[in-house]
Nanobody, 115 residues
């Protein structure tokens, strides 16, 4: 089970940190997002050890994915947010860090960036 939190409304240039509490076995984890009228997009992934990460171009340099194995929590630190980052953000658990095979999904948390 995956439960996201931390979404909200911030101004352009601001920051947010998303959290995803999970229960169950260990997987690779990732963050996806779906903007209004668009398809779901992969944002970032992290290995089950936390030692490997992957970012898409939209996230590179602004977002940081991390995980706390002790508390089974996944994070996405988002900095320098832009209006185009507005979307529902989902955490997911799966088999890779590149967004290809994910079988377990959270319910999503809304992130809105005002200009």
């Amino acid at each position: 089970r995956l439960v996201e939190s931390g979404g909200g409304l911030v101004q352009s240039g601001g920051s947010l940190r998303l959290s995803c509490a999970r229960s169950g076995r260990t997987y690779a984890m990732g963050w996806f997002r779906r903007a209004p009228g668009k398809q779901r997009e992969f944002v970032a992934g992290i290995s089950w050890t936390g030692g490997m990460t992957y970012y898409t171009d939209s996230a590179k340099g602004r977002f940081i994915i991390s995980r706390d194995k002790a508390t089974n929590t996944l994070y996405l630190q988002m900095n320098n947010l832009k209006p185009e980052d507005t979307a529902v953000y989902y955490c997911a658990a799966g088999d890779d860090i590149w967004g290809r095979q994910y079988d377990y999904w959270g319910q999503g948390t809304q992130v809105t960036i005002s200009s």
